[in-house]
């Protein structure tokens, strides 16, 4: 059974930083893309970042120079390293994997940055 767990979300002031991981089970994460998307109350969930099987980065415009993507294919593990926190980063963050026509969810983990 496949399951991504996210952890490290939580309250924070404008400014501050947090490091979200996502491990993985039931699955070797090394042939997967992996991403982050979140979630705002009441809007869509989008896409903030993702990294390919191949170590390559991509971010959505209003993270980047802020927010690190990276991967520990040894740990089964991504991380999402967010600095300079806005409230507008106040979401509920999800972790994804995908790999061709298989992808998987997390449950995820709640942000909250207060001004």
């Known amino acids: 059974q496949v399951q991504l767990v996210e952890s490290g979300g939580g309250l924070v002031q404008s400014g501050g930083s947090l490091r979200l991981s996502c491990a993985a089970s039931?699955?070797?994460?090394?042939?997967?893309?992996m991403g982050w998307y979140r979630q705002a109350p009441g809007q869509l969930r989008e896409l903030v970042s993702f990294?390919?099987?191949?170590?390559?980065?991509n971010y959505v415009d209003s993270v980047k120079g802020r927010f690190t993507i990276s991967r520990d294919n040894a740990k089964n593990a991504v991380y999402l390293q967010m600095n300079s926190l806005k409230p507008e980063d106040t979401a509920v963050y999800y972790c994804?994997?995908?790999?061709?026509?298989?992808?998987?969810w997390g449950k995820g983990t709640l942000v909250t940055v207060s001004s």
């Open positions: 039931g699955m070797i994460i090394s042939s997967y893309s």
């Open positions: 990294i390919t099987a191949d170590g390559t980065a």
């Open positions: 994804h994997a995908e790999f061709r026509t298989r992808y998987y």
